[in-house]
């Protein structure tokens, strides 16, 4: 069953602007990872928050971890049109690295 | 390099016929996995390993096998129980401790 519900669905920016993504979940974690995926391809891993940390950065990525809401977002700053992809949330519940849920995903589109 | 090699990139299915989906890794990763992706949808769970010779169903396992035989390699039977097969079909490897590495898809369309 799908855990996460992404927010939103898609997102249309110009380069430069930020853009911020949601995540919410319904049981507990171990942690939370965000992933990216380019048009048929496969996903590739950018960041893991821990469930006992509330924000995390690397590089440009931004990413917030609410337990008592069971939410997250991720923020990317300074858009490029080379960040135009999906990207997904994705929670674990037992192992920190192992059986992974999926969210529905995000399409950003980001425009020269 | 290391990484993760899915083939074939396209395959198409007749009916009532089982394909099977390959998935190499050279990653030394004790776990793999197999999701299923439909249009504009999440990964969905169908099998995974954590351990040569063992693996467990994940939420979608009907009409599918697999094996485990060795480390490197974990294919996919979609057999012809699978009614509504047509989907990107993503494989992936995860150490003990580190983030799941993702191949490049096959995408399998019924003819």
């Known amino acids: 069953s799908q855990q996460g519900e992404e927010d939103p669905q898609a997102l249309s920016i110009q380069e430069g602007e930020n853009a911020t993504m949601n995540c919410s979940y319904k049981?507990?974690?171990?942690?939370l990872q965000w992933y990216r995926q380019n048009s048929g391809r496969g996903l590739v891993h950018l960041i893991l928050?821990?469930?006992?940390?509330r924000e995390k950065h690397s590089g440009r990525l931004r990413v917030t971890l609410d337990t008592s809401k069971k939410s997250s977002s991720l923020l990317i700053t300074a858009s490029r049109a080379a960040d135009t992809a999906s990207y997904f949330c994705?929670?674990?519940?037992?192992?920190?690295?192992?059986?992974?849920?999926f969210g529905q995903g995000t399409i950003l589109t980001v425009h020269p | 390099d290391g990484g993760i090699t899915q083939s074939p990139k396209y395959l198409f299915r007749k009916e009532g016929q089982n394909v099977t989906l390959s998935c190499e890794q050279n990653?030394?990763?004790?776990?793999m996995y197999w999701y299923r992706q439909d249009p504009g949808q999440g990964l969905r769970l169908i099998y995974y390993?954590?351990?040569?010779?063992?693996?467990q169903k994940g939420d979608i396992a009907e009409g599918y096998s697999v094996s485990r035989e060795k480390k490197e390699s974990f294919p996919l039977t979609v057999t012809s129980a699978q009614k509504n097969p047509t989907a990107f079909y993503l494989c992936?490897?995860?150490?003990?401790?580190?983030?799941?590495?993702f191949g490049d898809g096959t995408r399998l369309s019924i003819l």
């Open positions: 928050i821990r469930s006992n940390e």
């Open positions: 992936a490897s995860c150490p003990t401790v580190g983030p799941q590495h």
């Open positions: 994705a929670t674990a519940g037992g192992t920190s690295y192992g059986k992974l849920t």
């Open positions: 049981t507990s974690i171990n942690n």
């Open positions: 990653l030394n990763h004790d776990a």
């Open positions: 390993s954590q351990i040569v010779n063992d693996f």
